[in-house]
Structure formats: C-alpha cells, structure tokens
Antibody
Framework: EVHLVESGGDLVQPGGSLRLSCAVS????????MGWVRQAPGKGLEWVAQ????????YYVDSVKGRFTISRDNAKNSLYLQMNSLRVEDTAVYYC??????????WGQGTPVTVSS | DIQMTQSPSTLSASVGDRVTITCRAS??????LAWYQQRPGKAPKLLIY???NLESGVPSRFSGSGSGTEFTLTISSLQPDDFATYYC????????FGQGTTVEIK
C-alpha cells in the first residue's frame, strides 16, 4: 500500500527557515517524479515544486523561486522541501504528492507551516 | 501561466441529484486535466485523470469530459459521501489548480 508521510511543519518567524520531509513507502520511489502542493487556511490548492526521478530536474512556482529548494534522497525513499526567507503568505498545509504520469495520484496527510511573529 | 477557472464556486444539491462542475483553462491543455475530491481536513483524492479516465476504485457515478479549454465533472446521482470540495488540475505545463467547487447539502 502506498504511503506518504510528511513531517517538519512548525511555527516559524518571518524570515526564518524550515525543512519539510516526506517519507514514502509501498512503491518504487525512483520510478516517480514527486511534488509539493500547499493549501493556505480556507483556500485552494497551490502547486509549489516538482522534482524528477533522479533529482536532476526541478521546477518551482514563481512565488517560491530562490527561497525554496526541493530535493530527494532515493536511498532513503524521502522527499524534502527546504524553505528559507519564509513569509507570512507561506502559511499553509504542505502536502507531498506522487506524480504518476504528470498528475498526482497519491498525497500525504499534510504538515502545517505557520509563519508568524 | 495557465489559469484554471471553476464554476460554480458553491453548489447546493440533494442526495440523488445530478451535479455538473465546469473547469475552464486560459489556453488549450489538450486532455491534460485531473479532478480531485477533498473532504475537510483530508488530503485530496484523485477521481479522474486525462479528462475522462476514472481512477481505479472511484465509483462509476463520477465521470469527466472535455478537451482543449473546457471540461466538466459530473456526478450522476449525488451520495452522502460526495459532499466535499472538488478541484480541477491542469498538468499540461507544471500544475495549476482551479479555485475549487464546494458541493453542500441543500
């Protein structure tokens, strides 16, 4: 059974940093692109970043370029999102998602990030 | 950037009703469209991919259609479990989601 479990969400001050992790199981991690999607409180879904199977290709939404870095460790079956220079508007639940054939078929339960002073 | 616009934003319906949600893309995305259901406090669940393909395990009362810039999600007979928020997602160029349609009890 496919499982994605996010962790690392926390309360952080504006300008601070946070690293999110997503541990996966139940499928061959190296066969899939992966992505991060966020959802601000009471709002819709927003794509944040995607990463290729070997980590060589990375894409970001404009609002996080230069501040967030997506990465993966295929030996540990884990996906990461390093978030720097955090802003109040980055407050959201962050989901990791498996990219099956360019669309997302499995999602984790999400980890909450709150950016506030 | 490709923008996705869903309508309506909120839909009031009763059990047994036929429900249709529309999603429009700001430019052609061929059939690169997915639909998701999200219940409060839960992760999105894939319903439909490539505009009209039903995900395994999803009830057949859900169906999708369209191509190019206009797409629809139809629930043929609304069930109690279906009261939720629905999102379309284009994956022609990266990912963009519609703003969501909440199906509430009438």
């Amino acid at each position: 059974e496919v499982h994605l479990v996010e962790s690392g969400g926390d309360l952080v001050q504006p300008g601070g940093s946070l690293r999110l992790s997503c541990a996966v199981s139940g499928f061959t991690f190296t066969n899939y692109w992966m992505g991060w999607v966020r959802q601000a409180p009471g709002k819709g879904l927003e794509w944040v970043a995607q990463i290729g199977k070997d980590g060589g290709e990375k894409y970001y939404v404009d609002s996080v370029k230069g501040r967030f870095t997506i990465s993966r460790d295929n030996a540990k079956n884990s996906l990461y999102l390093q978030m720097n220079s955090l802003r109040v508007e980055d407050t959201a639940v962050y989901y990791c998602a498996r990219d099956r054939a360019r669309y997302s078929d499995y999602w984790g339960q999400g980890t909450p990030v709150t950016v506030s002073s | 950037d490709i923008q996705m616009t869903q309508s309506p934003s909120t839909l009031s319906a009763s059990v047994g009703d036929r429900v249709t949600i529309t999603c429009r893309a700001s430019q052609s995305i061929s059939s690169w469209l997915a639909w998701y259901q999200q219940r409060p406090g839960k992760a999105p669940k894939l319903l439909i991919y490539k505009a009209s393909n039903l995900e395994s395990g999803v009830p057949s009362r859900f169906s999708g259609s369209g191509s190019g810039t206009e797409f629809t999600l139809t629930i043929s007979s609304l069930q109690p479990d279906d009261f939720a928020t629905y999102y379309c997602q284009q994956y022609n160029t990266y990912w963009t989601f519609g703003q969501g349609t909440t199906v509430e009890i009438k």
